[in-house]
């Protein structure tokens, strides 16, 4: 069965930076992308970016060009996301979501990582 | 960017009840439209993907329909476990845009 497993909960300054892990099971890892949506407490989800797991390429939404960076290592079916210079308004449960049969379709989620970023 | 608009924001319905929640696009997004159950503390949950197509294992009380820019997720009969926020989410371009939720409450 598809799982997407999330890495623990992480408390960061801001400015810093966290780097999350999404590690896959149960399919062909490179046959599916992994989007990062992420959801402030109370609030709705945000689409982060996707990551192309057979040849790494990677689209990120434009407001958070230039502090996210999304990999993946293909030998261990992992994906990571990081965020730099962090601030409070990215305190957030972050999480993969595998795309589908068309890229778009979020068909699976994995349990989200809580970041909070708090002086 | 494409925004997604849901209505009512939040309703109150009873155990049995056909509920009915809408989904507007700004533009037309053909059928690329998806819902997703979340309820407190747990990960969203696919229902349905290209406007109507149930994911696999979802009950048939769950259905969708709509195409262009108005969509609708209807409950046939409301159950406990259904009480949760409902989102839309277009996928017709990058960025991927969602509705801002609809929290079914019990009344």
């Known amino acids: 069965q598809v799982q997407l497993v999330q890495s623990g909960a992480e408390v960061k300054k801001p400015g810093a930076s966290v780097k999350l892990l999404c590690k896959a099971s149960?399919?062909?890892?490179?046959?599916?992308?992994m989007h990062w949506v992420r959801q402030a407490p109370g609030q709705g989800l945000e689409w982060m970016g996707i990551i192309n797991p057979r040849g790494g390429s990677t689209t990120y939404a434009q407001k958070f060009q230039g502090r996210v960076t999304m990999t993946r290592d293909t030998s261990t079916s992992t994906v990571y996301m990081e965020l730099s210079s962090l601030r409070s308004k990215d305190t957030a449960v972050y999480y993969c979501a595998r795309g589908g049969s068309t890229v778009g379709i979020l068909d699976y989620w994995g349990q989200g990582t809580l970041v909070t970023v708090s002086s | 960017d494409i925004q997604m608009t849901q209505s009512p924001s939040s309703l109150s319905a009873s155990v049995g009840d056909r509920v009915t929640i809408t989904c507007r696009a700004n533009q037309d997004i053909s059928n690329y439209l998806a819902w997703f159950q979340q309820k407190p503390g747990k990960a969203p949950k696919s229902l349905i993907y290209a406007a109507s197509s149930l994911q696999s294992g979802v009950p048939s009380k769950f259905s969708g329909s709509g195409s262009g820019t108005d969509f609708t997720l209807t409950i046939s009969s409301l159950q406990p476990e259904d009480f949760a926020t409902y989102y839309c989410?277009?996928?017709?371009?990058?960025?991927?845009?969602f509705g801002g939720g609809t929290k079914v409450e019990i009344k």
């Open positions: 149960g399919y062909t890892f490179t046959s599916y992308h």
């Open positions: 989410q277009q996928y017709n371009s990058f960025p991927l845009t």
